[in-house]
T-cell receptor, first 111, second 115 residues
Framework: QKEVEQNSGPLSVPEGAIASLNCTYS??????FFWYRQYSGKSPELIMS????GDKEDGRFTAQLNKASQYVSLLIRDSQPSDSATYLCAAYGGATNKLIFGTGTLLAVQP | DTAVSQTPKYLVTQMGNDKSIKCEQNLGHDTMYWYKQDSKKFLKIMFSYNNKELIINETVPNRFSPKSPDKAHLNLHINSLELGDSAVYFCASSSRTGEGTGELFFGEGSRLTVL
């Protein structure tokens, strides 16, 4: 079982729709969670971090964390073609005390 | 001003050669990392240094040797390159500790191709 799992996609959504990206993690001791965006050929860029259960909103982005279900999600409202990228989920803490990345979900926003 | 810069951005070399990648950050961060991203986009930590001290050393072949001359610099030297070493190598830095440890700033990456 992978430590951080994401559907590789591609997830295709029309412009203006809500994109929902999901992530599960196996180490129940994980403390904090992060979403990175990576455009093709570029480096990962941190867009959201979340440390406690519930929702955290930042502009068009909402991160959701449910530690009981070991589930993290990222919602992107009013999706734009410029949001097309790979979104990497990462979890920190637990047994490894390291930042573990998922393999990413490719999001394609269709104009 | 680039926050985390890596050189070179591209390396193409033959099997068996030795190569180095350099990284510098001007953010004043205490912790620096090397990550390897393979062709399937999986990003895996290799090494981490905190204020010049090695704190994470993953199960990486000992052909890979990091060196941190000061807290703003972290270099990676690779001996006897193999085909499987072909990947993008990212340097990253962080100022956070504890639960914020995952807030990383990445360099642009160094794409290594071994022929």
């Amino acid at each position: 079982q992978k430590e951080v799992e994401q559907n590789s996609g591609p997830l295709s959504v029309p412009e203006g729709a809500i994109a929902s990206l999901n992530c599960t993690y196996s180490d129940r001791g994980s403390q904090s969670f992060f979403w990175y965006r990576q455009y093709s050929g570029k480096s990962p860029e941190l867009i959201m971090s979340i440390y406690s259960n519930g929702d955290k909103e930042d502009g068009r982005f909402t991160a959701q964390l449910n530690k009981a279900s070991q589930y993290v999600s990222l919602l992107i409202r009013d999706s734009q073609p410029s949001d097309s990228a790979t979104y990497l989920c990462a979890a920190y803490g637990g047994a490894t005390n390291k930042l573990i990345f998922g393999t990413g979900t490719l999001l394609a926003v269709q104009p | 001003d680039t926050a985390v810069s890596q050189t070179p951005k591209y390396l193409v070399t033959q099997m068996g050669n030795d190569k180095s990648i350099k990284c510098e950050q001007n953010l004043g961060h205490d912790t620096m990392y090397w990550y390897k991203q393979d062709s399937k986009k999986f990003l895996k930590i290799m090494f981490s240094y905190n204020n010049k001290e090695l704190i994470i050393n993953e199960t990486v072949p000992n052909r890979f040797s990091p060196k941190s001359p000061d807290k703003a610099h972290l270099n990676l030297h690779i001996n006897s390159l193999e085909l499987g070493d072909s990947a993008v190598y990212f340097c990253a830095s962080s100022s956070r500790t504890g639960e914020g440890t995952g807030e990383l700033f990445f360099g642009e990456g160094s794409r290594l191709t071994v022929l």
